[in-house]
């Protein structure tokens, strides 16, 4: 059976988002991320494949959020104070995924 990173390898827009992710928590050090937070650091960072239309790569980027949390690398809560906002927390198995990779990094 593969391995969770060896899923996401083949899914390349989701492999790509799922690192955007870790590397906004920890320079943000944040535990949980908004579309919105997470919107900002991408323009920030000017992280746009699509020079024509760059909000078409950042929906892609959306696309691949509710495709983690789907697949249970991320959980959507609801704050009480706004029902309409989602925060995304990364689940163990996005932390596995991580350090997975790294071990990979540090012993290359």
Same mark, same amino acid.
């Given at each position: 059976?593969?391995? *969770? ?8 827009s989701?492999?790509?988002?799922? /690192?955007?992710?870790?590397?906004? &928590?920890?320079?943000? $050090?944040?535990r949980? =991320?908004?579309?919105? #937070? /997470?919107?900002?650091?991408? *323009?920030?960072? #000017?992280?746009? $494949?699509?020079? $024509? *239309? ?11 959020? $509710?495709?983690?949390?789907?697949? #249970? =690398? &991320? ?12 925060? =995304?927390?990364?689940?163990?198995? =996005? ?7 790294? #071990? &990979?990094?540090? *012993?290359?």
């Open positions: 059976k593969p391995s *969770d990173l060896e899923v996401l390898l083949r899914a390349p989701l492999y790509r988002t799922l /690192l955007l992710i870790n590397e906004y &928590l920890q320079v943000k $050090r944040r949980g =991320f908004t579309y919105r #937070g /997470l919107r900002a650091y991408w *323009d920030m960072k #000017g992280l746009y $494949r699509d020079e $024509r *239309d760059p909000a078409r790569e950042w929906h892609t980027v959306e696309r691949a959020i $509710r495709k983690l949390a789907e697949l #249970g =690398f &991320l959980e959507r809560r609801h704050p009480r104070s706004n029902k309409k906002t989602v925060i =995304f927390y990364p689940t163990k198995r =996005f932390w596995r995924v991580i350090e997975e990779r790294e #071990g &990979l990094i540090d *012993d290359g």
